[in-house]
């Protein structure tokens, strides 16, 4: 079995910087990718920034320049450093891993954190 936390979410003011973190536990082998997607209300999932195992990231293009992933793979961890948060980043922000258990891969997600940003 393997569990996603994250942690890290919070009210901030818009300008503002939190920094979340995703930690992995169980049975792992490697981790592949790991990335960080949001949901606000009445909008879809959708995905803000990925990296793989070697460190290779992708960013959503309101993000880019804002938002910073990174891992630690020694910690099976993954961080999302936001600066300059605007009112519109504010949604329940999740992580996401691709994980190789030894048998199979498989995708798993955390139950999320809150990122609230106001005025």
């Known amino acids: 079995q393997v569990h996603l936390v994250e942690s890290g979410g919070g009210l901030v003011q818009s300008g503002g910087s939190l920094r979340l973190s995703c930690a992995a536990s169980?049975?792992?082998?490697?981790?592949?990718?790991m990335a960080w997607y949001r949901q606000a209300p009445g909008k879809e999932r959708e995905l803000v920034a990925t990296?793989?195992?070697?460190?290779?990231?992708n960013y959503k293009d309101s993000v880019k320049d804002r938002f910073t992933i990174s891992n630690d793979n020694a910690k099976n961890t993954v961080y999302l450093q936001m600066d300059s948060l605007k009112v519109e980043d504010t949604a329940v922000y999740f992580c996401?891993?691709?994980?190789?258990?030894?048998?199979?891969?498989?995708?798993?997600w955390g139950q999320g954190t809150q990122v609230t940003v106001s005025l």
């Open positions: 996401n891993a691709d994980i190789y258990n030894g048998n199979y891969s498989g995708l798993y």
């Open positions: 169980g049975r792992i082998f490697r981790i592949d990718n």
């Open positions: 990296i793989t195992s070697s460190g290779s990231t």
